[in-house]
C-alpha cells in the first residue's frame, strides 16, 4: 500500500545536474519528514538531505550548496535538485519517508534510482 517511487537517475557528466523525483502514495505526505539517502558500492549508506514535515532542510556537508531538496505537498512529491556534480556522488539515490525516530514504524523507503557522474 505504502510507495516511494524514485525517477529522475541517469549518466550525467561532470558539472552537471540531476533532478530527482519521488513520489509517495499510500500515507498521509504532509505529515512526514522526507530524506535522500545513497549508497555507493564498498561504502555505507548516507544520509544526503531531509526536509521535514515543517520545510525544515539539512544537507551533508559533502553536497551543502549544491543540491536542494524540495517537496510539492499537493502533488506527494519530494525532489533533489542536484547540481556542480562530481564523480563521487555517483550512487544509487533512495528517498525515505518518516515520522519520528527512525525505530518508528512509520519508516519507508523507495527502491532507489542510479545517478552516475563520468566523463
Known amino acids: 500500500q505504502v510507495q516511494l517511487v524514485e525517477s529522475g537517475g541517469g549518466l550525467v557528466q561532470p558539472g552537471g545536474s540531476l533532478r530527482l523525483s519521488c513520489l509517495a502514495s499510500?500515507?498521509?505526505?504532509?505529515?512526514?519528514?522526507m530524506s535522500w539517502y545513497r549508497q555507493a558500492p564498498g561504502k555505507e549508506r548516507e544520509l544526503v538531505a531531509i526536509i521535514t514535515s515543517r520545510r525544515g532542510t539539512n544537507y551533508v556537508d559533502s553536497v551543502r550548496g549544491r543540491f536542494t531538496i524540495s517537496r510539492d505537498n499537493a502533488k506527494n512529491t519530494v525532489y533533489l535538485q542536484m547540481s556542480s556534480l562530481k564523480p563521487e556522488d555517483t550512487a544509487v539515490y533512495y528517498c525515505?519517508?518518516?515520522?519520528?525516530?527512525?525505530?518508528?514504524?512509520?519508516?519507508?523507503w523507495g527502491q532507489g534510482t542510479q545517478v552516475t557522474v563520468s566523463s
Open positions: 525515505n519517508a518518516r515520522i519520528g525516530v527512525v525505530t518508528s514504524p512509520y519508516n519507508y
Open positions: 499510500g500515507f498521509t505526505f504532509t505529515i512526514y519528514d
